[in-house]
Every structure is written in structure tokens, then in C-alpha cells.
């Protein structure tokens, strides 16, 4: 499966040579699961945006350190991407700053949360299951950093699980569309380092409690696992499907 990977940031100078840069992270964290899958990568934040939307299988976005609401040019131009995937029916997956595109570029909401940053572990109900979520089970705890929040959803969205703290946490929109919160590529040596490089922003005691949960299990296997498996039976490598109707949620 040949995967075209939407990069919207880059790794900070002072952690890179540690941990590398985004693509570095997507492709150990997916490789590990199926070691033929490729990437392609398309630098989004220099306004490298594709002009085929089928020049890969399936896409999926990183996060970003800018929000889908900062007015950027190149973040609109992705916005219109996002919707002439939405339109070809071709798989997309978004991670943190991408599940709120996706949000966004449909019609849903995103705001900057009154609950504040979102670091650590996060800890989450499985609301809902789909044929691609194999193996089930009733958690999905992931890395988060993460101010904004998706706080409406798009129609045809539906919301696959969630916590108090970020109710819309993962969703389906669709049959081609999969948006989560979490960072399955995150290290937890890189998420401890992130939240130490941006302490005065976060605040002290939301490290502090960031630091410790990461003391907790991490379901980046599995969430990476349940990604392929999306992608695969959204319509990579088959026959073109006709999207169903659904029912907008959170609306």
C-alpha cells in the first residue's frame, strides 16, 4: 500500500537529532505492522500540496504545532485538498492537527478547549465499533499534544470513542475518513521531551501530570493496526464504492 503522507510540521531543531523528524516516526510506526507499506511525502507546510488524489492509496496527515483556525494560506489550500479527497471518495486519515481538518474542511467545529492542553497519555472510551477495529477492546489510550479540539462534528461523522477531557477523540466520517486525537507515532521518550520544551506553555503541573502518564500502556500498535486496516476496507486496492448516508453527530 502506497500511503502519501501530508506533512504539516517539522520536529524542533533541538529534538531532532534524538528523535528524528515526522516521516521518520509514521514510517517506524507502520512498518512495524506491515513492513510494505510505503510513503510518500508531500510537505504541506511549505505549500507543497498535491494535485492528484490519486497519486497514492491512501493519505493521512501529520499534526502541527499551527492550528486549522490560524488563517494560514497553505492550511486553506490543504482545507480544498481535504474536500476533493472527500469528493474522489479516497481514503484519509487524520492525525491531531489532521483529524480537526478533517473536521474543519467538512463543516464541523474546532476550538481552542477551556480544559487546556492535552499531554501524556490519553485515556479513552470506545463508544462505538467498526469491521476495522480488530482486535476490539473497549480502551484506546494514545500520546496526545493537543490545544484545539473538535467540538462539532461534520454530517456523516461518527463519533468512535472519547473522553471527558475530549469527547470527540476518534471519528468516522464516512466510509473513507478517520480522524484521531492521539499521536500513535509518539515515542513516549519524545512526548516527555516535547512537554519539556514547551513547559511554560503548558504549565508545570499539566507536565507534571503528563510526565507520570506516561507510566501507562500505549495502544500505538493497535491504533496503527486499526489505521491499515481502515484504509484497506475503505477501497484501497478494490472497486469504487458509493458513499452511504449517514447521520451528522455533535451537531
Known sequence: MRIGLLQCDDVAPALRERHGNYPAMFERLFTAVDPTVV?????????????????????????????????LAWVEDLCGFVRRLWAADKPLVGICFGHQLIARSLGGKVVKSARGWGVGMSFNRVNGRAAWMEPWQEGLDLVVSHQDQVVETPAEARVLAGSDFCPVYLMQVGEHFLGVQGHPEFAKPYS??????????VGSQRVREGLASLQAPVDDALMARWILQFMRGAGVGGEARTRAPGVPVGR
Open 39 to 71: 510513503f510518500r511525502v508531500w510537505r504541506c507546510l511549505d505549500g507543497e500540496i498535491p494535485d492528484d488524489v490519486d497519486a497514492v492509496d491512501a493519505w493521512l496527515t501529520t499534526g502541527s504545532k499551527f492550528g486549522v483556525n490560524d488563517g
Open 192 to 201: 516527555a521531551d516535547l512537554m519539556a520544551l514547551r513547559r511554560d506553555q
